[in-house]
């Protein structure tokens, strides 16, 4: 399963990003998305750290205006 998380540096973005993964099957993806490109790889290192530790998955950087997959499902809708 293919899960992007656009926001994915703040506060709950990066806090769904870590519950995912050590949570998640091993064939899980979880796509960090951010305006802020340092803060995402930055995240990203981080949570690489949580696979060492006996999550499962993989996390990775994502580009701003491409999307994770075609007929992606939306989890929440900002309003």
Same mark, same amino acid.
């Given at each position: &399963?293919? $899960?992007? $998380?656009?926001?994915? /540096?703040?506060? /709950?973005?990066?806090?769904t990003a870590f519950n995912l993964l050590l949570g998640a099957d091993a064939d899980s993806e979880v796509i960090l998305v951010d305006s802020?490109?340092? &803060? /995402? !790889?930055?995240h990203v +290192?981080? %949570?690489?750290? /949580? +696979? !060492? %530790?006996?999550?499962s998955g993989v996390v990775r950087r994502g580009e701003r205006g491409r999307r994770a997959e075609r007929g992606r499902r939306r989890l929440h809708r900002r309003r």
């Open positions: &399963m293919r $899960i992007a $998380i656009y926001g994915g /540096v703040g506060g /709950v973005g990066s806090s802020r490109p340092a &803060m /995402v !790889e930055s +290192l981080d %949570l690489e750290q /949580v +696979l !060492e %530790l006996g999550g």
